[in-house]
């Protein structure tokens, strides 16, 4: 007897792209350790997002000079780039202090906080509140971020301590960004928003690291350290965007966003071997919990009549 049933078939484009913006992101943590050795947070970070800059030049020139660049993208992304810039300055201070796995496992809480932002700012959200998915994940997730603090063996230690302070910070500045992106920007392509982010980002970064940095340092690093800046900005700031936003239009937000959550474990993976970061059984249990409680929150964010934007999702916490 013939079938005749209409079979799905894995879309490998969204896939690739998926799993090529994981990876990108999760390369971020480990150049960004290895930079702390070079150069200041301030001046890292401000070099880092030049060399994205330069990247997303070509583009901007290239739809501008086809007359198909929204001229109010110019106007509406002030707003999420200054969120940007305070994000992007507090994502790389914290690897001065701490280690990438678990800087990159503490600053997915920033799930947490983009949920709650939509909830207060977007209608269409609330009605998150009557699931209990979304009410398991924030449980796990508070369960699982106390636990990967507890048992972290020098917590008592003052770097420690500032580590974890301006980590939870950063989560909480990319939910502010990732919301005011979603309100400022929800007409405009996500390439032209970013690139006009990039270039307003990048000018705040080189502000900061001429007030608080020592940019002069960047005279005197070397090729291994050029080379680290260089192809961190393409991967984990240029190419990781758009093979994530390029995902999302394909399969949506939802599997995407699931994915990037197991990018604390590939930046665990390779930090073990660069840096011999180690997180005990404990740890490792409990950010299991944290990761499980934020696909939660997501899962429930699956049910919702009214589809997430692409720009609610955590596209990295940070680079």
Known sequence: MSRSTK???????????CLGAVFFWALGPIFIKYLTGFTDSWTQNALRYSAA?????????????????????????????????????LWGAGFYYITPAFMTLLTNTSVLWVTGFSLLF???????????RF????????????????????????????????????????????????????DIDSRSGFS????????????CAA??????????????????????????IALAHVLFYAAIRRIGTTIPMLVVLAQPLIVLSMSSVF????????????????????ASSI??????????SPEQARPSPSV
């Open 53 to 89: 800059c330069v990247f997303w030049v070509p583009f901007v020139a290239y739809v501008a000079a086809r007359g198909s660049f929204p001229q109010r993208t110019w106007r509406r992304a002030i707003v999420p780039s200054l969120a940007n810039v305070a994000m992007q300055s």
């Open 211 to 236: 007030l608080l940095g020592r940019p002069g340092q960047a005279l005197h690093m070397g090729l291994p350290a050029w080379t680290a800046i260089v192809v961190s900005a393409i991967t984990s």
């Open 135 to 186: 009410w398991l994940g924030l449980g796990l997730s508070l369960a699982g971020l106390l636990g990967v603090l507890y048992f972290q063996k020098d917590f008592t230690a003052v770097g420690t301590r500032i580590g974890i302070a301006i980590a939870l910070a950063e989560a909480f500045m990319w939910g502010v960004y990732a919301v005011s992106v979603k309100i400022a920007l929800r």
């Open 275 to 294: 840096f011999h970061e180690r997180l005990n059984g404990m740890q490792l249990l409990s950010g299991v919990v944290l990761l499980m409680g934020c």
């Open 299 to 308: 899962w429930a964010q699956q049910h919702l009549k009214a589809a997430p």
């Open 196 to 207: 006009v982010i990039s270039l307003y980002t990048t000018v705040g970064l080189w502000i």
């Open 122 to 132: 977007f209608a269409e959200e609330r009605p998150l509140m009557r699931s209990p």
């Open 7 to 17: 079979t799905s078939r894995v879309n490998t484009v969204a896939t690739s792209a």
